[in-house]
């Protein structure tokens, strides 16, 4: 009879072959099973195992040292269950908003076995973060748009949490972190023409008809895992907007799409229920005016999605971009009656801080590719990284992608792809919430007009009076037929203290391309 050990160390010895963790017949050995067995190995070979139960092991150089070893790393020993008397007087599983579960009660690696680990990265990682690899520079002023900040009597802070133009109308609905929805009038240099009340702050919104819309609300913006998120029903009366909830105890939303997956001729919504230790990427059913919760994948992070048919059978299918620890694009392959068949995509290491994405032909043969922009660094890791930026993966067929251009931007977390010079291929706007503020010229706001396939000039805005991008929106502003930007502001500094500036929360790029 073969022992545990024996089986473990044939399951580990699977984790150093060549093909990736997806390809692979064999699931990598428990937590449980490393724990319970004297495996005998070296720290990369330790990290190699520990790490594929749970994500792909991120590689010793991605951060410095300090970084691994005070912030990281005693996290995950904590994850593990091993506290040490280095733990006394600091924040414990038990002080935090964590879930039983998260935090193992009992240790889950052998003190020996997690030295080894500690030594293997501290040993191999550099004793500061790498810089960026060179790039092409981006020039002063972004051709084809003038610039626009409207100016406001009103004294409010600058915490917009959502963007997003009417198609019908042009105006402008911006989600205010203080549980506020605003619309500005895009005819009248985007005053205030109306406000309504929300439950919390508004991520994401879809227009029913004028007087009728759906509204994702947040619930904590901060990192929780309370369940507070809703999606609610707008209707107005007379002067009077009233609202009802559709959808109540989500995990921390941050996306919603729709699309009619069982052909009832209700449309059904994909919810990306982002979370924090917890999460769910939720598939919602109509059925008899109720709504069936089909878990797509439970686990925090989910991002944003998109609905397609990805394998040309028919039917619709769910392509998602989850953002902790176990990074990556991950495909929910429609199998009918509810059943969705996940597929793994593309898989990142997990301080890649992957934060949006969009599914476009950026190269015109016909096959849709993915543009990814990383830089989330609100993590234990706050540094500057290298391999922060945006990404193009080229389309090979067969849900096969192949990274074809990098920009490295430190903190990129925002993306719109468009047309926007009308001149056959797509253009990138891309912001950072977490830049480095050192660097000139900004590199906060950065747009890249495609001049061939895949050669992007990169330009920075000339602003006076620069602000914290939090959030970006494309759209006809002025319904002239071609597409402006938005870009909104989220100042730390208006959180806790009360605001004594005008508000000022949106930049406009106005397209002049005609």
């Known amino acids: 009879m073969i022992s545990l050990r024996h089986t473990v160390l044939i399951l580990i010895l699977g984790l150093f072959s060549c093909s990736p963790i997806s390809e692979r017949k064999q699931p990598p050995p428990t937590l449980n099973q490393l724990a319970s067995t004297d495996l005998k190995l070296n720290g990369e070979q330790l990290a190699d195992a520990y790490c594929a139960t749970c994500h792909l092991k991120p590689e010793p150089d991605i951060l410095d040292q300090k970084t691994w070893g005070e912030k990281v790393l005693p996290d995950m020993r904590k994850r593990l269950g091993l506290l040490l008397d280095e733990d006394i007087g600091t924040t414990m599983p038990v002080d935090m908003d964590v879930p039983k579960g998260i935090y193992s009660e009992f240790p889950l690696i052998k003190k020996k076995d997690w030295d080894k680990i500690l030594n293997y990265y501290l040993d191999n990682s550099p004793s500061s973060p790498y810089p960026q690899e060179e790039k092409r520079t981006a020039k002063l002023g972004v051709p084809g748009f003038e610039l626009i ?14 963007l997003r133009i009417n198609p019908n109308t042009g105006d402008l609905w911006l989600g205010h972190r203080f549980k506020s929805l605003f619309i500005l009038n895009s005819k009248s240099g985007f005053q205030i023409k109306d406000s309504i ?24 913006m901060d990192p929780s895992n309370d369940s507070i998120g809703s999606v609610n029903r707008f209707e107005k009366s007379g002067d009077k907007w009233n609202s009802t909830a559709d959808i109540k105890d989500l995990k921390r939303p941050v996306d919603i799409e729709y699309a009619d997956f069982n052909n009832d001729g209700v449309l059904d919504k994909v919810i990306s ?65 509810g059943i969705f068949k996940e597929k793994v995509v593309l898989r990142f ?20 590719d993915l543009v990814l922009v990383n830089g989330d660094n609100a993590d234990l890791s706050q540094i500057l990284k ?28 925002g993306l719109e792809v468009e047309d926007f010079d009308q001149d056959g291929d797509k253009d990138l706007f891309v912001l950072s919430f977490f830049p480095d503020k050192e660097q000139k010229p900004n590199q906060n706001l950065l747009y890249f007009e495609q001049t061939k396939n895949h050669d992007f000039n990169p330009y920075t805005p000339f602003t006076t009076n620069d602000s914290h991008w939090l959030i970006m929106t494309k759209g006809d502003l002025d ?25 000022s929360p949106i930049l406009i790029f106005k397209n002049e391309k005609k």
């Open 386 to 413: 290298n391999f922060h930026g945006v990404r193009i993966f080229k389309n090979q067929g067969g849900l096969n992608f192949e990274q074809f251009w990098f920009y490295p931007m430190y903190g990129a977390s």
């Open 197 to 220: 009340g929300t439950e919390t702050a508004p991520v994401d919104i879809r227009w029913v008809n004028p007087d009728e819309f759906e509204l994702l609300t947040m619930g904590l």
């Open 349 to 368: 290491q997990p301080a890649f801080g992957s934060s949006d994405f969009v599914y476009e032909d950026m190269d015109g043969d016909g096959l849709k």
């Open 479 to 503: 319904l002239d037929g071609d597409m402006d930007l938005v870009v909104g502001s989220f100042e730390f500094d208006d959180l806790y203290s009360k605001p004594t500036k005008p508000w």
């Open 149 to 162: 900040r409207p100016s406001y009597s009103e004294v409010l802070p600058d915490l917009v949490t959502m």
């Open 273 to 337: 229920e982002f979370g924090d230790h917890v999460g769910d990427l939720s598939l919602y059913l109509s059925s008899n005016q109720n709504w069936n919760k089909i878990i797509l994948k439970s686990a925090p992070g989910a991002r944003k999605v998109i609905i397609e048919d990805l394998d040309s059978d028919g039917d619709l299918d769910i392509l998602a971009l989850m953002t902790q620890a176990n990074e990556g694009f991950f495909a929910f392959l429609n199998q009918g009656d």
